[in-house]
């Protein structure tokens, strides 16, 4: 998988991206993640990338020529043979990130990634080159470049090896599975709290049952809408059902 990132901000992207999973993994060549300056691509002799709106309001516009050269640099770099590559928008008008969106865009070979700033962007250059819109979230952000990072961190966790050892990222979507299960580590005892006893038995069966049991309560009491779409006994819904009156 490679991330392209068109951005006023690279060192924040690169920076915040090359550490800890997603780091290592781009160091073992699972990923690879690439900042484009929008600024190196402008045509303005002072290197200025934005402009006032025409009929006036607040802030300034990224302007499409440097958006639209910088994309065609990357753009014309990438073999991706007879499909086009995508090319996502962060803006808080997007379609709501998911986890199923992740697992869409997880089986790309290339992604495109459009940071704005300021008041946003030229319209005439996203239409020409933005395939998705994406919002992380309903709250507003001063830029793309934290919720491009959200993305490329949900999305690489999918890319096969990037976890390690692990089971495959886990779960198509959050909608029809469960919450964890809690943990403990050494010691057992700490600020007066012990483990659970059922988990020092080493009774595989009853650990996995209690862990079980554990996941549908939690999920009842914090995320019970996501009960509605998950595979439970009879037995099971009824212990949902209990905890959610708790
Ligand atoms: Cl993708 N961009 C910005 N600027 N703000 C946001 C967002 C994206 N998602 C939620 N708020």
Known sequence: MHF????????MVCDGLHTSVIGRAADQG???????????YTENKHGKVDDYPYGGGAGMLMQAQPVYDAYKAVAD???SGTSKVR?????????????QMASELAKEENLIFLCGHYEGIDERVLEEIVTDEVSIGNY????????????IDAISRLVPG??????????ESLEGSLLE???????????????PAVLMSGHHANIARWRREQSIVRT??????LLEKAQLSEEERALAQRARME
């Open 77 to 79: 770099k990438i073999d």
């Open 30 to 40: 699972l990923l690879s993640i690439h900042a484009v300056n929008i600024r190196d």
């Open 140 to 151: 507003v952000l001063t830029g793309g470049e934290l919720a491009a990072m959200v993305m």
């Open 162 to 171: 990037v976890l390690g050892n692990q089971d495959s990222g886990v779960a």
């Open 220 to 225: 009842a009491k914090k995320r019970p809408e």
């Open 4 to 11: 392209h990132i068109l951005t006023l901000f690279p060192e």
């Open 87 to 99: 090319v996502i928008y962060l803006s808080p008008q997007g379609k709501l990130f998911t986890q």
């Open 181 to 195: 299960y809690p943990q403990y580590s050494r010691p057992e005892y700490w600020h007066g709290k012990q483990v």
